[in-house]
């Protein structure tokens, strides 16, 4: 995974910015229906349930090598990635 630098903002400030343009995108796939609406809504609730179970792996992880003050900023660059993954499709759709 390549990292891009980002105006020198953190990966929680970039999130905090990216959530609510990524919710909104989805929630007007969503609200047009169909079968992009039904699939948009499958992948949703499919990459929120595999993000949390890599989150609880991280934490986990960062607890057991000593270093629990490393988990938040992992699991805050985890969802910074796919929150940015889903920004770029979303747009092209």
């Known amino acids: 995974m390549t990292r891009r630098k980002g ?6 400030f970039r999130l905090a910015l990216d959530v609510p ?7 007007a796939k969503i609200g047009r229906g169909g079968a992009a609406s ?3 809504s499958r992948r949703m609730v499919t990459e929120k349930v595999q ?4 989150a609880q792996i991280l934490l986990w992880q960062a607890a057991v090598t000593g270093k629990p003050d490393k988990g938040a900023a ?3 660059r985890l969802y ?6 889903n920004k770029r499709r979303l747009k092209k759709s």
């Open 74 to 76: 992992a699991v805050t």
């Open 38 to 40: 039904h699939t948009e």
């Open 21 to 27: 343009q990524v919710m909104a995108m989805r929630l």
């Open 51 to 54: 993000a949390a179970a890599e």
């Open 7 to 12: 105006y020198g903002m953190s990966d929680a």
């Open 80 to 85: 910074r990635t796919r929150v940015a993954a």
